[in-house]
T-cell receptor
Framework: SQKIEQNSEALNIQEGKTATLTCNYT??????LQWYRQDPGRGPVFLLL?????KEKRKERLKVTFDTTLKQSLFHITASQPADSATYLC????????????FGKGTKLSVKP | DTGVSQDPRHKITKRGQNVTFRCDPI?????LYWYRQTLGQGPEFLTY????????KSRLLSDRFSAERPKGSFSTLEIQRTEQGDSAMYLC?????????????FGEGSRLTVL
């Protein structure tokens, strides 16, 4: 069965540093992958989508890479701020089943001032 | 447009009772999803609709769960004979169809507590 792993349940970093979150998957070849942000008690909010033929995508301080050989996506937040503290979810396209997307457990990022 | 709306935001019920959640998607979105999320886990797919047609249901969705989208607009998710294991956040999301890469727009969720 498809499996998604996000590298750690929690990541603590200092303000101004770059946060790097990892999403690994097995048993599938997704056409694209998405990243979402979720604050406590709120629904997830879409951040970025990267397709299988794209190596890298950027949006402001966010950068996502997608390595289909390693079956891995990296999500970077540069110049991190305390307001970036949240849980970040990766979501994998699995084609025509399960409504197309399955989610990882998320990584809770805490940015300390 | 105010985004995806879910009601109620919180529901506390006793085991064995029935509960119903409502989702109003973004108006031009024809695809609607229901997910369940427990503490420390990612959203878990339950079912989705393309207009009024329910196209897929998760194997995790027992017979006690039923979802409808009668006119292709709002949707309801009903849980019959609730169990304590049903306690979770129930998330609704919508998107436009036409390609598999649509970002999902989530509501704020309906949190269910079964006592």
């Amino acid at each position: 069965s498809q499996k998604i792993e996000q590298n750690s349940e929690a990541l603590n970093i200092q303000e101004g540093k770059t946060a790097t979150l990892t999403c690994n998957y097995t048993n599938y070849s997704p056409a694209y992958l998405q990243w979402y942000r979720q604050d406590p008690g709120r629904g997830p909010v879409f951040l970025l989508l990267i397709r299988e033929n794209e190596k890298e995508k950027r949006k402001e301080r966010l950068k996502v890479t997608f390595d289909t050989t390693l079956k891995q996506s990296l999500f970077h937040i540069t110049a991190s701020q305390p307001a970036d503290s949240a849980t970040y979810l990766c979501a994998l396209d699995i084609g025509g089943s399960q409504g197309n997307l399955i989610f990882g457990k998320g990584t809770k990022l805490s940015v300390k001032p | 447009d105010t985004g995806v709306s879910q009601d109620p935001r919180h529901k506390i019920t006793k085991r064995g009772q029935n509960v119903t959640f409502r989702c109003d998607p973004i108006s031009e979105h024809n695809r609607l999803y229901w997910y369940r999320q427990t503490l420390g886990q990612g959203p878990e797919f339950l079912t989705y609709f393309q207009n009024e047609a329910q196209l897929e249901k998760s194997r995790l969705l027992s017979d006690r769960f039923s979802a409808e989208r009668p006119k292709g607009s709002f949707s309801t998710l009903e849980i019959q004979r609730t169990e304590q294991g049903d306690s979770a956040m129930y998330l609704c999301a919508s998107t436009t169809s036409g390609g598999r890469s649509g970002e999902l727009f989530f509501g704020e969720g309906s949190r269910l507590t079964v006592l």
